[in-house]
C-alpha cells in the first residue's frame, strides 16, 4: 500500500475547501436560514484549519439564533431544541472563543451548560427524540469536557458529576465483542462505537484519570479494525461510518500509544475515501451526489489524517488536554 503523500493531501483538502466555499449559501447562517447539524461540521474544519478569527461571524451568528431555553434547533428558524445539535454547537463555540473571546458567545455558552445540567435523566443519560440515548449521552459528555478544559473549570463538582454518571450509564452498556450495538440505531455498531470512544471514554481517561477506560478503548479499537472491509471502508461502503471509524482510531491510537498497530487501517481507510470521493466532495455512499455535511465530514478526516501522520498530539486538537 502506498503511503498518501502530504503535497497531495494538502492540495486536495485546499480543493475541498474550496468547494464548500462555493456552496456557503447552504452552510453560514450570514446566508440565510441554515441546518444546524450543517453548519456545526463546517465550523469544525474552521477550527481545524486555523482559520477561526477569518470567520469569526459564522461564529457570532450561532448566538443570535439560540432558543431561549439555552439551547439550539436543527433548523436555525425553528423553536425544537435538540440535545445533540446544541452540545454539538456549544462545544465548536468553545473552542473557537478560546481565540475570539466575544462576550456574547460565552454568554451562550454558559445558557447552553445552564440547559444541560438542568435536562440529565435520573438514569444519567440525555435524550433527543431524534438520536439514542447512547449518542446524545456521548455529545453531552464530549461538551462538558470541553467546557471544563477550555474554561479552566476541571475541577467543578457538579461539571464532573454530570459527565461522570453520563460516562457510568454508557459504560454499563452491553457490548457485543468490543463493540456498541443499539437495535434501533445503527444497529452495525460502527457509528456508535466510534462516538462513545472519541466522546465520553477518552474524555474519562483524561478527565479523571480511568485507567480502564484506556482497556475497553484499545478492545473496542481491535473490533473495529476487525470490521473493516476489504477494500478500507466499513460499513457497506458507508462514507460517513468510514470516517467516523478512521477519525476515531487517529484519536484512541495516538492517546494510548498504538499508532504503530492502527496506522495501517486508518491509511487504508483514508485512501478508500480518497480514491471514491467525488471530483468534488463526499455522498453518504460511493456513486451518490456530493453533500455539505459529508463533504465537511471527508475535509475534517483529510485534515486529521494531516495532523495524525505529523506527529501532532490529536487529544489538543479534541480539546481534551492542553
Known amino acids: 500500500m502506498t503511503a498518501i503523500v502530504k503535497d497531495e ?33 463546517i465550523l469544525r474544519c474552521i477550527l481545524h484549519m486555523g482559520r477561526t478569527t477569518e470567520y469569526a461571524a ?8 439560540q432558543n431561549k431555553d439555552g439551547g439550539w434547533s436543527k433548523q436555525s428558524h425553528e423553536n425544537r431544541t435538540s440535545m445533540w445539535i446544541t452540545t454539538f454547537v456549544a462545544l465548536k463555540l468553545c473552542r473557537g472563543n478560546m481565540i475570539l ?35 446524545t449521552t456521548c455529545s453531552v459528555t464530549s461538551f462538558l ?31 457485543d465483542q468490543g463493540l456498541w450495538k443499539d437495535d434501533t440505531f445503527h444497529p452495525a455498531g460502527i457509528e456508535t462505537t466510534a462516538h462513545l470512544m472519541q466522546y465520553t471514554l477518552v474524555p474519562a481517561y483524561f478527565m479523571d484519570g480511568i485507567g480502564y477506560a484506556e482497556k475497553i478503548c484499545l ?9 473493516q472491509e476489504e477494500g478500507g471502508s466499513w460499513d457497506n461502503e458507508n462514507m460517513d461510518h468510514t470516517m467516523d471509524a478512521c477519525r476515531n ?28 470521493k467525488n471530483p468534488q466532495g463526499w455522498g453518504d455512499f460511493r456513486d451518490e451526489p456530493s453533500n ?18 505529523a506527529g501532532l498530539p490529536m487529544s489538543h486538537f479534541w480539546a481534551y488536554s492542553k
Request: with cysteine; aromatic share 10%.
Open 9 to 41: 493531501l494538502d492540495h486536495l483538502i485546499d480543493k475541498e475547501w474550496e468547494y464548500l466555499e462555493s456552496r456557503k449559501s447552504e452552510w453560514s447562517l450570514l446566508e440565510g436560514e441554515q441546518d444546524m447539524e450543517v453548519l456545526e461540521h
Open 58 to 65: 459564522d461564529f457570532q451568528a450561532c448566538a443570535g439564533v
Open 101 to 135: 473571546k466575544d462576550s456574547a458567545i460565552a454568554a451562550a455558552i454558559d445558557r447552553a451548560l445552564a440547559y444541560v445540567l438542568s435536562t440529565q435523566e435520573k438514569e444519567g443519560h440525555w435524550v433527543d427524540p431524534e438520536w439514542s440515548h447512547l449518542d
Open 145 to 175: 469536557t470541553i467546557y471544563q478544559v477550555t474554561h479552566d473549570r476541571q475541577k467543578e463538582e457538579r461539571i464532573n458529576q454530570a459527565r461522570r454518571r453520563g460516562y457510568e450509564y454508557i459504560i454499563q452498556w452491553q457490548r
Open 219 to 227: 478492545e473496542a479499537a481491535e473490533s473495529l479494525a476487525g470490521e
Open 249 to 276: 482510531l487517529m484519536l484512541v491510537s495516538d492517546t494510548f500509544g498504538k499508532k504503530e498497530r492502527f496506522a495501517p487501517v486508518i491509511e487504508k481507510g483514508v485512501q478508500w475515501l480518497i480514491a471514491n
Open 292 to 309: 455539505v455535511e459529508r463533504t465537511g465530514d471527508g475535509l475534517d478526516t483529510l485534515l486529521k489524517h494531516r495532523r495524525y501522520t
